[in-house]
Structure formats: structure tokens, C-alpha cells
């Protein structure tokens, strides 16, 4: 008798250690939020198309979390050094990042795009040879023009996407290379710039999105189930034409 109450303090204890330790520390998410449509700040809001998706997955996983701006570079050592359990900032799963983080399944397919004044004379990737041309550090579209033109002084580099247009807009470069959607959202919403953009299908290659963790980190399971079902119940599709206006195509992520 007298061992069975014990017993059943020590279990009761034990669940009330675990329900305050998991309701009590939210997980940390961080992105860098100079990207729309997927991350940008709206007032001290970060708001987007990443950020709606996240939300729905971390509720169907029935994880607490908050989204920090982090800035891009800073994100992967955050990462690195688990002070955040994942980030979610349109980043592309390639090799490279696989080698030293872990990745989600896939949620979203992009491409490098160019973007220049209206009147330009570039047509296609190469004829960004020779130019100047501007790139936010660290990401795939520098990697794409250091792969076809080498390492050089031409492709500037910038901390976030937003100083790399603003290098377009000041002249100091002829053009920008991000993802297709970021740079097709900053034309239409700024009509008065005059500015194009450019695709290339031949010379930049299809990427898929995921969301990343520290590499052998303990939430990816849950989150990526949870990620599956979103997609696969619709919830996905919902926030896909809330940001995009349009039907996404959700066969391109299972393949
Ligand atoms: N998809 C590209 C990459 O992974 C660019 C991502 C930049 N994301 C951002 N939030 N600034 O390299």
C-alpha cells in the first residue's frame, strides 16, 4: 500500500516535470525576414508565406515556438550552435548545407531569376559576364554565378536581399540575381522603379525549399510529419493561394 503511493508520486511528479518543460520552453525558429513574399517585417510583424506555413505545421506537430529575425548568415550559426531549433527562410536543400545541417522534406520549388532596369541589354545569364551584378551572401544565386563566371569582384555581395536592390536602384550594379518569386513580388509592388526580370531556366537550375535544423537536432521528425500532413490535408494549398493567388502544384514536392 504504503509502496504503491509512492510509486504514484513518483510518477505523478514525473509527468508534471515533463507537461512544465514542454509547455514552458517554446522552440525558436529563425529566418531573415528581407525576403517576400516568404519573410518580411510589417510593422515589427514578420509575415509571409513561410511564416503562415510554419504556423499551421507547428500546430498540427502541437509544438509552442516563436519566430526570430535572425538575419540570413547569422541564422546557419545560430543553427550550428542549436541556439535556435530550426530556421525557415526560403533555403534551398542542396548538398552543400545537407554535409553540416538536416532538412525537412521539400515545400516549395524555386529558381535563381535575374532582375535589371527596364532597357537592358540582358537577355539571359551570360550575359551577366563582365557585368556587375548584385547578390545576397551566401545563398544559391551566388553560388549559380561564381559556378558559371568564377570567383570575382563583379558580384557583389550583401547581407540581405533588400541591399542587394537597393545596389540595383543606385546604379552601382546592373543587375540582381534572387529567387524567381522574391524578384517577380519586388517588380510588381514597385511599378515606379522600371525595372524587368529576366528567366533562365537553362543556366540556373530548379531548388526545392525546406525548412532546416541543427544537424541530428530532436524536433525534425514531428515537424516534418506534421509538414507531410499539411501539405497532403490542404491547409497547404490554402496559404499557397493566399500568398501566390494560384493552385500550387504539390506532385513537384513528393517526387
Ligand atoms: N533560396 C536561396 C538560398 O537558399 C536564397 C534564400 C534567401 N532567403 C532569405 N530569407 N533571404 O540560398
Not at 508534471?16 to 510593422?43: H, M, N, R
Request: aromatic share 8%.
Amino acid at each position: 500500500m504504503k509502496r504503491k503511493l509512492k510509486m504514484g508520486l513518483i510518477g505523478l511528479s514525473a509527468a508534471f516535470l515533463v507537461a512544465c518543460s514542454s509547455s514552458g520552453d517554446k522552440l525558436t525558429i529563425g529566418t531573415d525576414a528581407a525576403y517576400a513574399p516568404f519573410e518580411s517585417l510589417d510593422g515589427d510583424k514578420i509575415v509571409g508565406f513561410d511564416v503562415d506555413l510554419l504556423d499551421a505545421v507547428m500546430k498540427e506537430a502541437g509544438l509552442e515556438y516563436e519566430i526570430k529575425n535572425t538575419g540570413w548568415e547569422p541564422l546557419f550559426i545560430a543553427l550550428k550552435n542549436e541556439e535556435v531549433s530550426a530556421g525557415i527562410s526560403a533555403i534551398t536543400i542542396n548538398d552543400k548545407r545537407k554535409k553540416t545541417y538536416d532538412f525537412s522534406s521539400p515545400y516549395f520549388e524555386s529558381v535563381n531569376m535575374i532582375l535589371a532596369k527596364e532597357g537592358t541589354s540582358i537577355k539571359s545569364a551570360k550575359d551577366l559576364e563582365g557585368k556587375k551584378v548584385s547578390v545576397q551572401n551566401g545563398t544559391t544565386g551566388q553560388e549559380a554565378l561564381e559556378k558559371m563566371f568564377g570567383k570575382n569582384e563583379n558580384i557583389k555581395k550583401f547581407d540581405n536581399n533588400t541591399l542587394a536592390i537597393q545596389a540595383l536602384l543606385n546604379g552601382e550594379v546592373e543587375a540582381v540575381v534572387a529567387d524567381n518569386a522574391v524578384v517577380q513580388e519586388y517588380e510588381k509592388n514597385n511599378p515606379d522603379k522600371k525595372l524587368v526580370t529576366i528567366s533562365d531556366k537553362d543556366s540556373f537550375e530548379s531548388e526545392f525549399y525546406g525548412i532546416i535544423f541543427p544537424k541530428g537536432g530532436e524536433h525534425q521528425d514531428e515537424i516534418n510529419k506534421a509538414l507531410k500532413k499539411v501539405i497532403d490535408d490542404g491547409k497547404y494549398t490554402e496559404i499557397y493561394k493566399k500568398w501566390f493567388g494560384e493552385e500550387p502544384n504539390v506532385d513537384v514536392l513528393k517526387q
